[in-house]
């Protein structure tokens, strides 16, 4: 991850936005030497929130947990029933 100061980022917006388009980094912007922001591209920003989003669920999160445990146990796979169309949105 990148670490720019503000002064350096504005100068340079345009620049690390045409960056952002071709790599799935993150910049990270300090003001006073302290983190102030974070730029990064649309599809990175994606998917943060749809991390987020199946990490807040916790029934689906609990399944996702019970499949893994049937994996290491019994070698099966399991699969759920259902549509996830349900998640939080």
Sequence with gaps: MKVLPLSEAKNNLSKLVEQLSTTREEITVTRNGRAAAVIMSPEEYEG??????????????????????????????????????????
């Design 48 to 89: 943060w929130k749809e991390t987020i989003n199946i990490l807040s669920d916790r029934e689906f999160t609990q399944e996702i947990h019970r499949g893994i445990k049937d994996i290491k146990k019994k070698g099966k796979v399991y699969h759920r029933t259902g549509d996830i169309t349900g998640m939080k949105g």
